[in-house]
């Protein structure tokens, strides 16, 4: 399902329950239960400042980095992970120290991970598998060097371990290694950082809840680790200790995994996912688990996702489709027939409109109607009476915004509009139904018709209906009693006698 009608966000995270984001102008949003600042579950922008340029949700914490290079934090601070020195959960951002070099951050299970302009790595928070790679210490709450490397290109937070790629294409790991997440070839973790194999072509990695997703430069996708319910999505549920590509194919452009389950996108657009899926984690209307990657959807404009616990965000680069323009009848037209063609411009990308009408402004009374042409006929309007029309368009994959919202009332003219050469009625006398037709004026040119209108001999109006384009009409005048009756029509009179 998409997540309201914004079509601006540029970066997401999600945490455990919980998730933070990042729009174009650089506005900081958070929704979610288990974010200690703000529990909605709607987005709701974190303060008014509009100087954010990356955001990252750990399991229970979250930091962001402003445009100037400090970083705040906020939420759960059980093993310092927010950084500030202490281990008291904050409910307001509060900055990570005095330094403005912070370029990107990443949060873990109770720790975090952030880079410096210099290309250093730093780390803060728990330490109990090694996961901080600054050797034996079970946590810290101000932020540390992960060794005196400075050509760290990439890394990535795992529940329990930590991964970094280099500038040469190296791949390095430390931490949890209990389920071959580190791919070393052993379940011997490590709390500093360990070259993972000799390659030097690795572009991507993602760690989940114990296993390992990588990319490399030829768009080869690789796995590692827990394979419990075929998260690595190797067509089996057999655990990996070290690193096996998947599949055949090279166009994999992004991965990201959750604690049980991996989402990736390929570059044409399409994505991806495997492993559990007991609550619907692909976004595929199923809860089918698979062990090989399958593709949810049909849509080919996906660029992100990011995984919390038993659930799935993902950004596409489709802007929303746009609203349409009505045409006629005119805003505020007046004096129009109780027969109208509704007319709006066509959207190039939109394969059905939706259609209200109402005689209320709120629409909450309305005629609802899908049409795949930019017409409509409405052949049963009432006499005298305001309508309000409006129109959405759809694409296979989007909605637009309602257009704007117009008016036209129906009903005479209360000031003299002769636009009629005469008015024929056959036959005359008559019996259940008469023919009227209208003959416009010369040089008058009708682009909808004339409302019709039936008096009795006391002036009372007994019947009213609308002619289209002039075009002849019968009406039933069998509920009329016998008498003589007079047609009324743009400023035009004509007698009839009912039998």
């Known amino acids: 399902?998409?997540?309201?009608?914004?079509?601006?966000?540029?970066?997401?995270?999600?945490?455990?329950?919980?998730?933070?984001?990042?729009?174009?102008d650089n506005t900081l949003w958070a929704w979610g239960y288990e974010n200690v600042l703000y529990k909605k579950i709607l987005p709701k922008q974190i303060c008014n400042s509009s100087d954010w340029i990356y955001s990252t949700s750990g399991t229970t914490h979250s930091l962001a980095i402003k445009t100037d290079g400090s970083m705040w934090a906020w939420g759960a601070n059980w093993y310092g992970e927010l950084g500030i020195g202490t281990t008291k959960?904050?409910?307001?951002?509060?900055?990570?120290?005095?330094?403005?070099?912070?370029?990107?951050?990443?949060?873990?299970?109770?720790?975090?991970?952030?880079?410096?302009?210099?290309?250093?790595?730093?780390?803060?928070?728990?330490?109990?598998?090694?996961?901080?790679?600054?050797?034996?210490?079970?946590?810290?709450?101000?932020?540390?060097?992960?060794?005196?490397?400075?050509?760290?290109?990439?890394?990535?937070?795992?529940d329990s371990s930590t991964f970094a790629i280099k500038a040469d294409g190296s791949l390095w790991g430390w931490g949890d290694n209990l389920k071959g997440q580190l791919g070393n070839?052993?379940?011997?973790?490590?709390?500093?950082?360990?070259?993972?194999?000799?390659?030097?072509?690795?572009?991507?990695?993602?760690?989940?809840?114990?296993?390992?997703?990588a990319l490399k430069k030829d768009g080869s996708l690789w796995a590692t680790g827990n394979n419990e319910f075929g998260q690595l999505g190797d067509g089996t549920n057999i655990n990996k200790l070290s690193f096996i590509k998947i599949g055949d194919s090279n166009d994999w452009a992004f991965i990201a995994c959750g604690s049980n389950h991996s989402i990736a996108i390929m570059k044409d657009g399409t994505l991806w996912s495997w492993g559990i899926n007991d609550r619907d984690i692909y976004?595929?209307?199923?809860?089918?688990?698979?062990?090989?990657?399958?593709?949810?959807?049909?849509?080919?404009?996906?660029?992100?996702?990011?995984?919390?616990?038993?659930?799935?965000?993902?950004?596409?680069?489709?802007?929303?489709?746009?609203?349409?323009?009505?045409?006629?009848?005119?805003?505020y037209s007046n004096y129009l027939s109780m027969i109208q063609s509704l007319v709006w411009h066509s959207v190039e990308t939109a394969t059905?409109?939706?259609?209200?009408?109402?005689?209320?402004?709120?629409?909450?009374?309305?005629?609802?109607?899908?049409?795949?042409?930019?017409?409509?006929?409405?052949?049963?309007?009432?006499?005298?009476?305001?309508?309000f029309w409006r129109v959405k368009s759809y694409s296979a994959s989007d909605s637009s915004e309602w257009s704007d919202i117009w008016r036209f009332t129906t009903g005479a003219s209360s000031v003299t509009e002769t636009y009629l050469q005469s008015i024929n009625i056959?036959?005359?006398?008559?019996?259940?139904?008469?023919?009227?037709?209208?003959?416009?004026?010369?040089?008058?040119?009708?682009?909808?018709?004339?409302?019709?209108?039936?008096?009795?001999?006391?002036?009372?109006?007994?019947?009213?209906?609308?002619?289209?384009?002039?075009?002849?009409?019968?009406?039933?005048?069998?509920a009329l009693p016998k008498g003589i009756y007079f047609v009324k029509a743009g400023g035009g009179i004509a007698k009839f006698i009912k039998l």
């Open 1 to 24: 399902m998409r997540i309201n009608k914004d079509s601006d966000w540029t970066t997401i995270s999600c945490g455990s329950w919980y998730t933070t984001a990042i729009k174009n």
């Open 89 to 158: 959960d904050q409910t307001e951002l509060t900055q990570v120290g005095q330094s403005k070099e912070w370029i990107n951050v990443r949060g873990g299970c109770g720790f975090t991970v952030a880079q410096k302009k210099d290309g250093t790595l730093w780390s803060w928070g728990l330490n109990q598998y090694g996961q901080l790679g600054i050797g034996p210490k079970y946590c810290d709450s101000i932020p540390n060097q992960i060794n005196n490397a400075t050509d760290w290109m990439y890394f990535e937070c795992g």
């Open 185 to 213: 070839g052993t379940r011997i973790g490590s709390d500093i950082p360990i070259q993972i194999g000799e390659d030097k072509d690795w572009i991507k990695v993602s760690s989940g809840g114990a296993h390992t997703l």
């Open 283 to 331: 976004g595929d209307s199923t809860k089918t688990t698979k062990n090989i990657p399958a593709q949810v959807g049909h849509l080919k404009d996906w660029v992100s996702a990011s995984v919390g616990s038993g659930y799935t965000i993902a950004l596409r680069k489709t802007q929303m489709i746009s609203s349409t323009e009505l045409i006629s009848p005119t805003n």
């Open 352 to 387: 059905m409109y939706k259609l209200q009408v109402s005689q209320k402004e709120d629409f909450k009374i309305t005629f609802n109607l899908s049409l795949s042409d930019t017409t409509f006929k409405a052949n049963n309007l009432l006499d005298g009476k305001t309508y």
């Open 426 to 478: 056959i036959p005359n006398p008559a019996g259940d139904f008469i023919t009227v037709t209208l003959k416009p004026s010369e040089g008058f040119e009708p682009s909808e018709g004339s409302a019709i209108y039936i008096y009795n001999m006391l002036g009372e109006k007994v019947m009213s209906v609308g002619a289209e384009n002039f075009l002849p009409l019968q009406i039933d005048i069998s």
